[in-house]
Nanobody, 122 residues
């Protein structure tokens, strides 16, 4: 069974940095597009950044130039480096893979992690 586990969240002061990790487990052969989403209280979930299998990246406008998404294929891990954090970045952050192929040939769709809290406050 494929699982995604996020880590790296926490409390940081405005202007600070955090690096979130999203590690996939479960005899994985290939992870397709992986995205980071966030949801703040009383707000809709928002796509923050995504990275495709060939490394193409996309960002929501509010994080461009501050956040960087990357992946380590050997570790089946996707990272979100967040710099120059602002109070409005406070949210619960989730990673999700649109498709995950296992070594046994099974293809899973819309795999989500449990999330990690990021709080930016002085």
């Amino acid at each position: 069974q494929v699982q995604l586990v996020e880590s790296g969240g926490g409390l940081v002061q405005p202007g600070g940095s955090l690096r979130l990790s999203c590690k996939a487990s479960g005899n994985i052969a290939l992870i397709y597009t992986t995205s980071w989403f966030r949801q703040a209280p009383e707000k809709q979930r928002e796509l923050v950044a995504s990275i495709s299998t060939d490394g193409n990246t996309k960002y929501v406008g509010s994080v461009k130039g501050r956040f960087t998404i990357s992946r380590d294929r050997t570790e089946n891990t996707v990272y979100l480096q967040m710099n120059s954090l602002r109070p409005e970045d406070t949210a619960y952050y989730y990673c999700a893979a649109d498709r995950v192929l296992t070594m046994s040939g099974q293809l899973g769709y819309d795999v989500w992690g449990q999330g990690t809290q990021v709080t930016v406050s002085s």
